[in-house]
Structure formats: structure tokens, C-alpha cells
């Protein structure tokens, strides 16, 4: 295809027949680039929302041209004829990928640009990170643009609404932008705070667990995790197992954190003393239940679901409360209600209910 269908003149036209002849060259640059930070990012266990790579197309680069071809000398001055876009979810790993994109490639400082850094303190608008890498075994350099979600939010809209249209913008419109501008800023910023601060508070948790000061650490999805890895009902597990010598089969018991904040408790030291204090009636509930079969594996759910048992039983939750528990753990089920009438009636002569 000829080059004379854009409005180019001789030199511009000479940059586009260079664009076609190492057309191939690039589209392997960019996949290889994409390639290369993918797993690069992977090794550094950095999740981020996108990873894009494009090469200019050929009508992209002829209207770059028709508008500033005399400030190129040749195509090795176009910068981003290759592209690959990192989009992350929070603002401290842009810093994380641009640290990656650094192991890996040299970087043309000199043309590369921190648009974060360029808006005074009154000022908001786009902002990312561009960097200019050197395409090894290659004359042609390539860019790297590094940005969170909101970030691209903003640069879309503001391409797509403002940039393409050709039009002077109105000061009512700009202004409304910058306002946006700094709600997504603002957003970006408390997105990456809350992220932070729940990593410290994990990490405060585990340490309070892992010293045993567990009337200090609420009962939630993270205190739970680290609580089951010191493998609480363990004991109580192998004592029952002990029964029929039989063995116990691992399972998840994550499920039991509804049930003990549907029991009213709120502390892991709360669970600890439920376990130290009801394990001799859980173990008469399991051994009433085992001591005549002749099953030789277990799950390990089998301590957690008896505590639970004998101490909705112990505390007066009757009926309504094994359902309850039943519900909490298989899901709702008429069967649950047979099932609870069952467990009453196996409790109702062993000796922790006599007591």
C-alpha cells in the first residue's frame, strides 16, 4: 500500500516505509515484552488488574506524522511504537512494577516521565507513569505506561470526552474534570491506606495468637485463620479418634466462625475457653455417637460441631438452637430439624446433661 493516501511529506513518508518494513520486528518485541514483565510481576507476587501490549497501527503513526513528522529524524525518535500498559489496583504498586520494569530493561531516563509528579499542590489531572525502555537487539525503543484502575478511569474519560473531540472546552467542563480528577486521587489514596492497614492488623493478630494473648484479639476471618493453624481442637480430634483408633481426615473448619459469633462470642480467648471448658461433654456427645460403629477415619470437624452441640445444649439453646447451628453450617434443610431432635435425644442421658 502506497503512503502517498496520507497527507505526509517525503521525509514523514520514509518514517512510514521504515514502520512497514520492521512491522514484524515490533509485534515481537511486544509480545516478548509482555511476556517478560508478566513474569517478572509473578515472581514478585505483584497482582495487577491489566496487562496490554499494543504496536501503533499504521494510521495511528501517519496522523502523528501529518501533525509533527519534522520533529522526528527518523523512526527511532517515535518512542512508543510499542506499548505496554500495567494497570494495578492501588498506588504503592506502581512504584513495585516500576521497580520490576527497572530489573529489566534500560531505561531511557531522559525521555521517560513521572506525570504523578508534575501537578502542583492545587492541581489534579492525568497521571501516570511513563517509562522509555531500550528493546534489547533492537535500534527501537518502546514505552512502558504504569497507572492504577482510577487512573485509567481518568485518562479514558478525559481522552475520550475532551482529547478526541477537537473542540476548545469550556472552563465549567475543566472544572468539573479537576474536581473529579481529585475525588479519584482522594479514592486512590484511602484504597492503598486501607490496604495497608489491614495488612498491619493481620500481622498484629498473628503475632497475638502466636503469643497465646487471645483474650486481646477479636473473633474474625483473619484471627480464625491464624487461630486454626495452631490446631485448637486437635487434641479433642485424636482423644475421640482414640475411640475406634481410627484415622482423621482433614477437612476445612473455617465454617465454624459463623457458628461461634452466632453462639455470642466475640474474642478468640472466648473459643479457647468454650474448648478447654466443654471438651469432657463433647467427648461423651462423640463417643455416644462412634462408640458402637466401627468407623475407622473421622472428619476433624467432629470436636468443633460436638463443643458446639454440648454447649448449645449445656446453655439452654434447646431444639431451636442445634437448628440453628445446623442451618449456620449445611444451609437451610427441613432435615436439620429431624436432625436436632436426634441429638437431643441422644444427649439426654449422657452425664454432662445430668449434671
Wanted: one cysteine or more.
Amino acid at each position: 500500500m502506497s503512503t502517498s493516501q496520507y497527507h505526509l511529506d517525503l521525509h514523514s513518508q520514509a518514517i512510514l516505509e521504515e514502520y512497514r518494513s520492521n512491522l514484524q520486528l515490533f509485534e515481537q518485541t511486544s509480545k516478548e515484552a509482555l511476556a517478560c514483565i508478566k513474569e517478572k510481576l509473578s515472581q514478585a507476587d505483584v497482582v495487577v488488574a491489566a496487562l496490554e501490549s499494543r504496536v501503533k497501527t499504521e494510521k495511528s503513526l501517519a496522523g502523528k506524522l501529518e501533525l509533527k513528522g519534522s520533529k522526528y529524524a527518523s523512526l527511532k525518535d517515535i518512542t512508543d511504537i510499542v506499548g505496554i500498559r500495567v494497570i494495578t489496583f492501588y498506588i504503592d504498586d506502581v512504584d513495585k512494577v516500576a521497580s520490576a520494569v527497572e530489573r529489566l530493561w534500560e531505561i531511557d531516563w531522559e525521555n521517560s516521565v513521572d506525570k504523578r509528579r508534575l501537578h502542583q499542590i492545587d492541581s489534579f489531572g492525568y497521571m501516570s507513569l511513563h517509562y522509555i525502555c531500550h528493546a534489547p537487539n533492537s535500534p527501537y525503543r518502546f514505552e512502558i505506561q504504569i497507572r492504577t484502575l482510577l487512573q485509567h478511569a481518568w485518562a479514558n474519560m478525559n481522552h475520550d470526552t475532551g482529547y478526541k473531540s477537537g473542540v476548545e472546552i469550556p472552563k465549567s467542563y475543566l472544572r468539573n474534570m479537576n474536581r473529579l480528577a481529585g475525588m479519584l486521587e482522594l479514592a486512590d489514596e484511602q484504597f492503598s491506606r486501607i490496604r495497608t492497614e489491614l495488612t498491619d492488623y493481620r500481622r498484629r493478630v498473628h503475632a497475638l495468637v502466636a503469643s497465646g494473648n487471645l483474650d486481646e484479639v477479636p473473633l474474625d476471618g483473619d484471627s480464625f485463620r491464624s487461630f486454626l493453624e495452631l490446631d485448637p481442637f486437635g487434641p479433642l480430634n485424636r482423644k475421640i479418634a482414640a475411640v475406634n483408633q481410627a484415622e482423621i481426615e482433614e477437612v476445612s473448619l473455617y465454617s465454624y466462625l459463623a457458628v461461634f459469633k452466632e453462639l455470642g462470642l466475640n474474642t478468640l480467648g472466648e473459643v479457647s475457653k468454650l474448648i478447654n471448658k466443654y471438651s469432657d461433654a463433647a467427648y461423651q456427645m462423640a463417643c455416644y455417637q462412634i462408640g458402637l460403629t466401627d468407623l475407622d477415619i473421622l472428619s476433624s470437624s467432629i470436636a468443633p460441631q460436638n463443643l458446639c452441640i454440648v454447649y448449645i445444649l449445656i446453655n439452654g439453646g434447646g431444639r431451636a438452637g442445634l437448628r440453628n447451628m445446623l442451618d449456620t453450617l449445611n444451609g437451610p434443610s427441613e432435615s436439620n430439624d429431624m436432625i436436632a431432635s436426634m441429638l437431643i435425644e441422644q444427649a439426654q442421658d449422657l452425664p454432662f446433661m445430668n449434671t
